[in-house]
Each structure stands twice: as C-alpha cells, then as structure tokens.
C-alpha cells in the first residue's frame, strides 16, 4: 500500500493506492498548526504503508510538518515528487524544469 498526497498551498487531499486500486481518503484546507492533529486523525489508525509519495506545493515548515509525523509515526521518509525536464514521453518546457510545480506535473504524466 502506498500513501499518495497532493499538498497545496492551501489544501491537502490524499489517497491510498493497494493493489493496482486507488482509494480515495481525504481533503482539507488547512493551516500550519492544523497539520499535526489532521494527519492524527487521518492517519493513525493506518497500518505503516509501504512508500509515502507528496506532490508539494506547500511551503518547507508545512512540508517538514509531514516529513516528521511520517519519519515518527513510520519510520518513513516522504518521497517527494519533483518535474523534470522529460519523462514517460512528456516534455517539459519550462526552462528551469524544476519551477512547474509538482502536481501539475503529476497532472500531465
């Protein structure tokens, strides 16, 4: 099982992936003091998955916030999905390729 989240600037949604199947978990707005309690209520009753992927626009302070309740909570790291310039057939044209951000990337490919 793999814990699949999109961390807006603004809003959190997330999703499990088991089996080749997505199961759809949650959203919310949320604010940096938030974070903590919310990934508790979503999360802690929640067998450690296998892989944790972020697609994160979010700001570095609330980005840590995940990393450490995962690296606490599972003993896991957050693999954070990044654009780059080509992959799986779709080009990126942006000149610094890092700049589209994350889940608009995700998005595409």
Not at 37 to 56: K, N, Q, R, T, Y
Not at 73 to 98: C, E, I, K, M
């Amino acid at each position: 099982m793999q814990l699949l989240i999109d961390f807006g600037n603004t809003r959190i949604k997330w999703a499990l992936l088991q089996a080749g199947e997505l199961h759809s978990g949650g959203e919310a707005i949320y604010t940096e003091v938030e974070l903590a309690p919310l990934f508790e209520s979503w999360w802690a009753e929640l067998l450690a998955p296998a892989g944790v992927l972020c697609a994160s626009v979010a700001d570095q302070i609330c980005f840590a916030r995940l990393e450490q309740w995962c690296l606490q909570r599972w003993q896991l790291p957050v693999t954070s999905l990044q654009a780059v310039s080509r992959q799986q057939g779709v080009t990126n044209a942006y000149t610094d390729a890092h700049t589209l951000g994350s889940d608009r990337w995700a998005a595409l490919i």
